[in-house]
């Protein structure tokens, strides 16, 4: 018998299941080709016996559960990632992960999945994340409506924090990164017929790549202890499109107990601020 959509769509409390996961050497091929990160930090061991892969792979980990997501996926967009990492993940190693939906909520006229993840070794927990997903359920067809960034609120009183910068990342993301990045496969991250079907005017550059590049910054600054013992928790404020030019940008606000805590944010050339969050490290 076939699922009901309650039944197959997501709702407060229901269990995704578990599911094995495997990163494998394309996953981190594509990673690095996609983010134009040099991907020999990836192919000799760096902190342990063996070569890990990128802290930010761990992007791959919240996908594949049935019943994560709305059938009307028209105008969906990623809405905030949190992630707590405790070990690193090496490729070609088996892990199992499981999931559940934590909360369905309305937040300025959209829908919110809120998902949690957790990836083990055994019943070792390698990373736990919570992710948003919000979808404008009462509209299948026509366009997604966007507010003009450089009206929105937020954006206007955002100001940097006082602290230590640090090195900053930043890239031109073009729509064959965008391919590479999400392995070839037709979306709304990679092709504009696919974007316009689900009401934007121009492919969407994926959350996913635009959040790797504020866990790049990270992982370069504080290395093992980012991976192991670190966090992260964005909230997306902005689409960025094909083209744009976006830096990833941190200050350390905060030194305690070895730990470094870190406010995070990332802006296309014109100020337009399209990620704001937290971190910290093991420093």
Same mark, same amino acid.
């Given at each position: 018998m076939s %699922? !009901?959509?309650s039944e197959h769509e997501p709702y407060a409390g229901k269990d995704?299941? #578990?599911i094995p996961f495997i990163c494998t050497p394309t996953m981190v #091929?594509?990673?690095?080709e996609g983010l134009a990160v040099d991907? +020999? =930090?990836?192919?000799?061991?760096m902190f342990w016996e063996r070569p890990a892969a990128p802290a930010m792979i761990v992007g791959e980990v919240d996908g594949g559960f049935d019943g994560a997501r709305f059938d009307n996926a028209f105008g969906?967009?990623?809405m905030r990632? #949190?992630? +707590?990492f405790h070990a690193?993940? *090496?490729p070609n190693r088996e892990y199992r992960r499981t999931s559940s939906v934590a909360d369905v909520y309305e937040w300025r006229g959209r829908s919110v999945v809120k998902q949690e993840v957790n990836l083990y070794e055994g019943e070792a927990l390698v990373v736990r994340g919570i992710h948003h997903q919000s979808y404008l359920l009462g509209q299948s067809s026509g366009k997604v409506a966007l507010r003009d960034p450089k009206k929105k609120e937020g954006v206007r009183k955002f100001e940097v924090p006082d602290g230590e910068a640090i090195a900053s990342v930043a890239r031109n993301i073009d729509l064959e990164m965008c391919g590479v990045f999400f392995h070839g496969n037709r979306s709304y991250h990679t092709d504009k017929a696919a974007s316009e079907e689900l009401g934007f005017e121009e492919v969407v550059v994926g959350g996913k790549m635009t959040m790797s590049l504020i866990g790049e910054m990270l992982e370069q600054r504080f290395g093992r202890g980012f991976y192991e013992g670190g966090t992260l928790? /964005?909230? *997306? !404020?902005?689409? /960025?499109?094909? %083209?744009? =030019? /976006? !830096? +990833?940008?941190?200050v350390i606000t905060c030194q305690q107990d070895g730990q470094a805590f870190i406010s995070v944010w990332m802006e296309k050339d014109d100020g337009t601020v399209v990620i704001v969050g937290s971190a910290s490290a093991a420093s």
């Open positions: %699922d !009901t959509p995704l299941g #578990e #091929e594509h990673y690095c991907q +020999a =930090r990836y192919l000799s061991p969906n967009l990623w990632q #949190e992630w +707590a690193p993940i *090496f928790d /964005v909230k *997306f !404020t902005n689409i /960025v499109w094909p %083209d744009d =030019r /976006v !830096t +990833a940008k941190g």
